[in-house]
């Protein structure tokens, strides 16, 4: 299955990946909320960033949304039903990850295709295509890549996974051998980059690289769909199990390690501003800690409303608008409409009370700019501040 050779620059990529590993292992336990709250994030990250590659015409924030049981009324469901169906199949397999009956086989990743398509009959969910498909690029149309015929896909498959079974190679290597596998496989009629995708985070899981951190490749592969697609052309005009696959191992670890690396320091950051919000939510308002949710949401100018609220915090109807009624009347929180249909988004006092909390001085605001551009100041006070050691967290 494949050729390859692991060359320095992917020896070097699997041992700082395993050096990052190491390092977040060792953190020490992250408070609960937290946690809880950086996996949601870097979830509605990661779905959306690999459904969007795919067409799914959603943004990040209408993701983070659907999967928090608010579609946005400007959202085709059957659109958020892929978000979802993405969603679950991640779940399925970090579920299964764990089992010990776990196994590489056909039938695992048709059951994640499954959850990947929603369950859509009529896209094939679940099932082999029975017909020849074939890669075009996008702009011209001419075909670029023919994968195998629907005959020989299921062999394909098969030897795929034994590889899997047996092989020792490290994780991350692993993880961009089947991630190439099923997509030059291109065993389905739709959904066979997300199902790619979804199967390489396994790998990476399988292998102990549990946290988020290593899962949430989608996102970096979204911010550089060139070098996503480029890094595919080793495997020639047509399916060849004998191609040589380095170059693709080699830019997946490459990604890897990046990605990690980005998510860790902007975790430092997010997980300061959370501790701040917190702060403020908790001793300045005197409110539970969960309506921390909503205003750090309105710092990053994410839509909140009355739904999204109660589904992230986990209260009634009637709680969330209490809690959001009470931010508003703080001054931290503006209401855009009335009622359950009411938007509410970040003020500028919002950005003046977290600043002074973070301990940066007025300089990293512009009083009268936009709320967007306010936050943009702010977060990089907030990072700057953390990388000489003066923030507060």
Not at 41 to 63: K, Q, R, Y
Not at 172 to 192: S, Y
Not at 205 to 231: C, I, N
Request: hydrophobic share 45%; proline share 4%; glycine share 8%.
């Amino acid at each position: 299955m494949f050729r390859y050779i692991l060359n320095d620059d992917i020896l070097e990529g699997v041992a700082r990946l395993e050096e990052l590993r190491d390092r977040l292992d060792t953190q020490g336990p992250l408070p609960r909320t937290w946690l809880g709250r950086t996996r949601r994030d870097l979830e509605a990250g990661a779905v959306a960033a690999s459904t969007i590659m795919e067409g799914v015409a959603v943004t990040v924030d209408e993701a983070r949304r659907i999967l928090a049981g608010d579609r946005p009324l400007g959202v085709d469901p059957a659109d958020a039903a892929l978000v979802d169906g993405y969603r679950d199949a991640m779940h399925y397999v970090l579920t299964r990850a764990d089992t010990p009956q776990f196994a590489w086989h056909s039938e695992l990743l048709l059951a994640i295709h499954h959850l990947v398509l929603a369950g859509s009959y009529a896209s094939g969910a679940g099932r082999f295509r029975e017909n020849q498909n074939w890669l075009s690029n996008r702009t011209t149309g001419t075909q670029i890549y023919l994968p195998p015929t629907p005959e020989a896909v299921p062999a394909a498959v098969d030897e795929l996974m034994a590889w899997m079974a047996q092989s020792d190679e490290p994780g991350p290597v692993k993880a961009a051998l089947i991630h190439i596998g099923v997509a030059g496989i291109h065993p389905f009629r739709d959904g066979n980059g997300r199902t790619a995708r979804i199967v390489a985070s396994l790998a990476m899981y399988r292998a102990g690289f549990r946290s988020p951190f290593f899962t949430s490749l989608e996102e970096w592969w979204g911010r550089h769909v060139a070098d996503y697609y480029g890094a595919f052309i080793c495997l020639g005009e047509t399916w060849d199990p004998t191609a040589d696959v380095t170059p693709f191992i080699e830019a997946h670890v490459a990604a890897q390690a990046c990605q990690v690396e980005a998510l860790s320091l902007r975790n430092a950051t997010e997980r300061a501003l959370w501790t701040v919000v917190e702060d403020l939510v908790v001793h300045d308002l005197g409110m539970n800690e969960r309506a921390a949710n909503a205003v750090y949401d309105a710092v990053f100018a994410r839509s909140v409303t009355n739904r999204y609220y109660r589904n992230v915090a986990g209260v009634s109807p009637v709680t969330a608008s209490h809690d959001l009624g009470k931010l508003v009347a703080s001054g931290l929180l503006q209401a855009t409409g009335a009622g359950r249909s009411a938007a509410y988004s970040a003020t500028s006092g919002l950005y003046e009370r977290v600043a002074a909390g973070a301990g940066l001085d007025e300089g990293w605001l512009r009083p009268g700019a936009a709320i967007e551009d306010q936050r943009d100041l702010f977060v990089t006070g907030l990072a700057t501040r953390l990388r000489s050691g003066g923030a507060r967290t």
